[in-house]
């Protein structure tokens, strides 16, 4: 299967087959430190604060025997007045590919537009596609098989919501997300929308939350912390799950306010292994649209 010189923007961008064949080399690469990529330059475009997905981007990278290269705006001529679709023009002459973190959705399909490289989403404000496949190998590693898995999500439906709900749906999985009202996924997101914890919770196989402040949004925080008080996912609504049931979280994490430490560091907690494979999902992404396999 050929992605190379594909961009991934959104989950959409790639066919059910495509996501399948990203997660399975994914799960064949973990441990190999092949250099598919030797000579290779992969730019990172990060505009807001990252742990994991720059430094699992930079890790993936120089596992591949490649060259990752952090670009901050400030230290570019983007911070001086260049045009983004100048500087794009310019990186596409020196980088092989570039991952952008922009909340802006529609900058990152500027970039792509003009970019003649793939361009990959490290998030936006609308899709975070990377955390999608990172929390559906996780499901998978942990539970066996996709097909049936009910996700129940509780809290505020976020961007991260949006990529897991497109990406589960594509692959046999049902997501039902329990959000406040006012904290709603876009009314386009292939899922059931509850108001209560505890029916997203109950049968579920995986229950899954985020962040309920996020960069950008502290100056209305008492007030996201108030609305969203009952749609923690703690040991209550873990009770409620499907026996065996695994519990997930993109991190960072905040215990006490939209996950309970006593689930967060639980046998039940995925959490750590879905971390580490956002390494490997971005492994086998940049191995297959930089044409390494």
Known sequence: MNLKGRDFLRVDDFSTEELLHVLDLATTLKGDRTPRLAGHTLGLVFA????RTRISFSVAMAQLGGMPITLQASEMQLSRGESLG???RVLSRYVDAIAIRTLSHAELEEWADVATIPVINALTQDEHPCQ???DVLTIRDRIGHLEGVKIGWVGDGTNVLVSLARLASRLGMEVVAACPEGYDPPADTPLTLVRDPAEAARGA?????DIWVSLGQEATK?????DLDAYR???TLLGLAADGAIAMHCLPAHPGEEISADVLYSENSAIWDEAENRL???KALLALVLGAV
């Open 48 to 51: 807001q604060p990252s742990t």
């Open 280 to 282: 490997h999902v971005q």
């Open 222 to 226: 008492e007030q996201r912390l108030r």
């Open 205 to 209: 196989n995986v229950l899954v939350t």
């Open 233 to 235: 996912l703690d040991s």
């Open 86 to 88: 100048d500087t794009a």
């Open 132 to 134: 999608a496949l990172a």
